[in-house]
């Protein structure tokens, strides 16, 4: 049986303070405003990227810890994850896509959709994981996607759709395994956001028309929109949830 949290008020509930948290895929976008609400809410947070340059900026602008990290190494995920034994918070945000039609996507492009969105997941929650086993709690959020629960239309991203999907379902596996043993394991899943990849994708014929047409509240949303949802996976507000996805999408997978 777990603990249950103290009685507090309901915003207390919110905070994290004391608490380390660490985000991959954070320099920028949805990661990055991830980062920053779990500042603002309490947290020392460690911004874990490719991208030393945009992202020891990122960790300075909201007073944390910036460490170069690739999701597909496990080797890497097992080191950083050494280096920070006590963490409380890990948000699995890294991931990328490729918009290929399924009978011309590459092996390489397959691969490494997967290795990013899927595998790069399972490092991170195995290694520090483990250290929140042994500690007997910690709380875990990956950010998914609506493509994990529909197929995108017009746009062709098979690879993208499935790593999510899988996503979606190792997080499920995952809050079993580990819920009597204290660690939540939970993601979120955005629809459209304005992140500069997809507004490149708005400037491609047809498909700004179709993604606005098809999302009920008509618009994107903005990365800061995701960021609060996580910050209550991953804090005490969300003490009884685990294996849940959290869909944040202006109402897209209503139709």
């Known amino acids: 049986m777990t603990k249950v949290p103290e009685a507090r008020s309901i915003l207390d509930l919110f905070k994290l303070d004391g608490q380390q948290a660490l985000v991959t895929g954070a320099a920028q976008g949805i990661g990055f405003e991830i980062a920053k609400g779990l500042a603002e809410a309490g947290a020392r947070v460690v911004i874990a990227d490719m991208n030393p340059d945009v992202g020891t900026e990122a960790a300075k602008s909201i007073g944390g810890t910036f460490e170069t990290l690739n999701v597909t190494d496990p080797a890497a995920v097992k080191a950083l994850a050494a280096r920070y034994p006590d963490l409380d918070i890990l948000v699995n945000n890294a991931g990328i896509v490729r918009n290929t039609p399924a009978e011309d996507t590459p092996d390489d492009d397959w691969r490494t959709v997967n290795d990013v969105n899927l595998n790069g997941v399972f490092w991170c929650c195995r290694e520090f994981?483990?250290?929140?086993?042994?500690?007997?709690?910690?709380?875990?959020?990956?950010?998914?996607?609506?493509?994990?629960l529909i197929s995108n239309h017009p746009q062709p991203q098979a690879a993208y759709?499935?790593?999510?999907?899988?996503?979606?379902?190792?997080?499920?596996?995952?809050?079993g395994e580990?819920?009597?043993?204290?660690?939540?394991?939970?993601?979120?899943?955005?629809?459209?956001?304005?992140?500069?990849l997809t507004k490149r994708g708005l400037e491609t014929p047809g498909w700004r028309e179709t993604w606005l047409g098809t999302t009920p509240m008509g618009r994107l949303a903005e990365p800061r929109e995701i960021a609060p949802a996580v910050v209550y996976l991953a804090s005490d507000a969300s003490s009884f949830v685990t294996g849940h996805t959290l869909v944040i999408d202006g109402g897209y997978v209503v139709w």
């Open 129 to 148: 994981g483990k250290n929140m086993l042994g500690r007997g709690r910690g709380s875990i959020v990956s950010t998914a996607s609506m493509s994990g």
């Open 178 to 196: 580990w819920a009597d043993r204290g660690v939540r394991v939970n993601a979120v899943a955005p629809g459209y956001t304005a992140t500069p």
């Open 161 to 175: 759709n499935a790593s999510k999907a899988a996503v979606i379902h190792l997080t499920r596996s995952l809050a």
